[in-house]
């Protein structure tokens, strides 16, 4: 693969773990203000997301192939959700698999990137464990 083919790949691995880690924030986001009214977790994933922006580059829309994506169907097991707390792990660990990614891939173009995804990463396993332990009292 030639230097040029897989800085595109590249981009495009950025940019699909990107919208990944920013929907799965989301969901848990949502959950958090709608279904539980927690202002705090609302707010701390918030500003979360908003973190993320920093990363984001237009120019790497260039190389989105959403309809070509070979993995766009879903399959069972993404389909079986059957309550809150299944939502809430699935968005976990969406989240926080796409931060690993992006933590690896910036390595390649970006160090401080890099760093700021490994943090974010950390934050997503505690507010992780805060939601869940609120959940047993």
């Not at 230097?3 to 958090?32: C, W």
């Not at 580059?57 to 993404?78: C, M």
């Not at 910036?106 to 950390?122: I, Q």
Request: aromatic share 8%; proline share 0%; net charge positive.
């Amino acid at each position: 693969m030639t230097r040029e083919v897989n800085s595109v790949k590249i981009a495009r691995l950025i940019d699909a773990n990107l919208n990944r880690l920013k929907e799965g924030i989301r969901v848990i986001e949502d959950i958090n203000r709608y279904i539980y009214d927690d202002t705090v977790l609302t707010f701390t994933l918030k500003a979360l997301r908003h973190k993320i922006q920093s990363a984001y580059d237009q120019k790497r829309l260039r190389y989105r192939d959403s309809e070509h994506d070979v993995q766009k169907k879903s399959i069972g097991s993404e389909m079986a959700r059957s309550n809150i707390n299944d939502l809430m792990i699935a968005n976990f660990s969406r989240a926080q698999e796409s931060a690993r990614v992006l933590e690896e891939s910036f390595k390649l173009t970006d160090l401080s990137l890099s760093e700021l995804f490994k943090d974010l990463r950390y934050e997503l396993y505690s507010i992780e464990k805060i939601f869940f332990l609120k959940q047993k009292d």
